[in-house]
């Protein structure tokens, strides 16, 4: 079967095509200028047929087309309850899709798509029990058990983000204090930096307002304390996180991803440091710890793969 993948972000969409063999081509890229969501849904219709053209694939060949969205999503009846990075609270966004398509519609969470992907494509091949954690600007983690995604009762599994790792720490952007993703996510990393900085060293490049996630990991490697703190402290936050994880669940492998984990190594080391120290000692014999290999495509690949696998209509 034919299948379109298409990866939803904040800022722009992805599309592309992933033929029978595994192959995935025409990848388009759409940037979303408004939010709305039929301005989103005209973009992903836009950008799935051109990436069917672009493929030479016709239409009536395509069997299904699967969705990774950031946020909250009921899969029964394919109500968007809340996606963060569009603004979405309640948006029927399943119904909007099967409307808008002849052919069954999937719409999954981003990361329960990304970690698909990375079992169906990447470093989580033939992996039954699988965990993906991924930091980038948000901290977010898909679960597979059993070769199944987990979603819990409301579609809410896998939120480690927001597990709590100081009571009555940092705000977060969810509203609540002392998230893993207050001290882990790139913008608060950077946040942080930039305030420890500005209290302790005003002449450092960490006190400019335009310090990112990768400067401060730059900041790091050039033997900066600031850095160094910074980077200790989320690191012990996210070892401690995913090593309870993985007491929690018993996962086989568990795969670090997102462009800021991916882009300060020391953070990679902090990881698994704290998951060999941490882990309870019954699970840690079976874990392994592994790089995610398919970068931004896990998520194409993965709704892909999920359109294939059991696209059923949302609606
Ligand atoms: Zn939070």
Known sequence: MITVGVDLGGTNLRAAILHPD???SAVQREVLSDPS?????DAVVAATSTAMREAGVAPESVGAVGIGLAGQIHRASGLVAVGPNLGWRDVPFGTMLAAAFPCPVRLENDLSAAVFGEAMAGAGRGVAHLALVAV???VGCGLIEAGRLVDGAAGLAGEIGHMKVVPGGEACGCGEQG???AYVGGHRLALRARRLA??????SP???ATVTAKDVGDAFEAGDAVARRILEEAGDHLGLAVANLVTLLNPKRVLLGGSVLLG???LVDRVRDGVSRFTARPALGEVEVALATLGDDAGLYGAAYLARSGASSAA
């Open 22 to 24: 595994g192959a995935l």
């Open 37 to 41: 969501p039929q301005a989103v849904l």
């Open 136 to 138: 980038g600007s948000g």
């Open 179 to 181: 998230c893993l993703e």
């Open 198 to 203: 500005e209290g302790t060293d005003p002449s």
């Open 206 to 208: 960490l006190s400019q």
């Open 264 to 266: 300060i190594p020391y």
